[in-house]
């Protein structure tokens, strides 16, 4: 199916663990999106990326690295969870011109303990 | 900052009621998204607006670009309308809105049989 898969759905860490949560979309778009959404918050953004082999930090990037080596792809990293990590984070892509209409993931619920 | 302010935060309502969940915003923007979330799922674009007033179904949304607010109208409401409903733009400055979205909180909405 057309669209932006995101994995894995869940996953629990215990704090200090590493892990790298995946956003693979067939759309060929060239902007993408890692959000994380909080309780009582509006989504934020924690890094995005314009294009392949390019990065940039969002509102909230502390804790977090990124890469995104291959267009379709748009990786999210957690080198050492902490507890302020547990979250539910989503991928979003949109195209570089036009009209910009958002596609996203289904969302990651990360659980640091 | 709270660039984006959705009103009311939460709304319980009978099922065939008219709804109206509004926005407002603080700076300049050049487009404004309607998202729908149901419970534990993804997000879904609804509308993307610039200028008046767009319809789907029985969804609604306007924009007021001088008075810098958008409204979102459900009408006959069914209990499948129960979802969070948020309010995102793209704000002016944002280097040609490649930095994504500012979010508002949500609009939590419950429609009862």
């Known amino acids: 199916n057309a669209g932006v898969t995101q994995t894995p759905k869940f996953r629990v860490l215990k704090t200090g663990q590493s892990m790298t949560l995946l956003c693979a979309q067939d759309?060929?778009?060239?902007?993408m999106y890692w959000y994380r959404q909080d309780p009582g918050m509006g989504l934020r953004l924690i890094h995005y990326?314009?294009?392949?082999?390019?990065?940039a930090k969002g509102e909230v990037p502390d804790g977090y690295n990124v890469s995104r080596l291959k267009k379709q792809n748009f990786l999210l990293g957690l080198e050492s969870a902490a507890p302020s990590q547990t979250s539910v984070y989503f991928c979003?892509?949109?195209?570089?011109?036009?009209?910009?209409?958002?596609?996203f993931g289904s969302g990651t619920r990360l659980t640091v303990v | 900052k709270n660039e984006v302010e959705q009103s009311p935060q939460n709304l319980t309502a009978q099922e065939g009621e008219f709804i109206t969940i509004n926005c407002s915003y603080s700076?300049?923007?050049?487009?404004l998204h309607w998202l729908q979330q149901h419970p534990g799922g993804g997000i879904v674009s609804l509308f993307m607006?610039?200028?008046g007033k767009k319809k789907h179904g029985r969804l609604i949304a306007t924009i007021n670009i001088q008075e810098k607010h958008s409204s979102l109208h459900i009408t006959a409401s069914h209990p499948r309308d129960s979802a969070v409903y948020i309010c995102?733009?793209?704000?002016?400055?944002?280097?040609?809105?490649?930095?994504?979205?500012?979010f508002g909180k949500g609009t939590h909405l419950i429609i009862q049989p």
């Open positions: 979003a892509t949109t195209t570089s011109y036009g009209p910009r209409h958002y596609t």
């Open positions: 759309m060929n778009h060239e902007y």
């Open positions: 700076v300049g923007i050049s487009a």
């Open positions: 995102a733009v793209v704000l002016t400055y944002s280097g040609g809105g490649a930095d994504g979205l500012t």
């Open positions: 607006l610039s200028s």
């Open positions: 990326s314009v294009g392949e082999g390019t990065t």
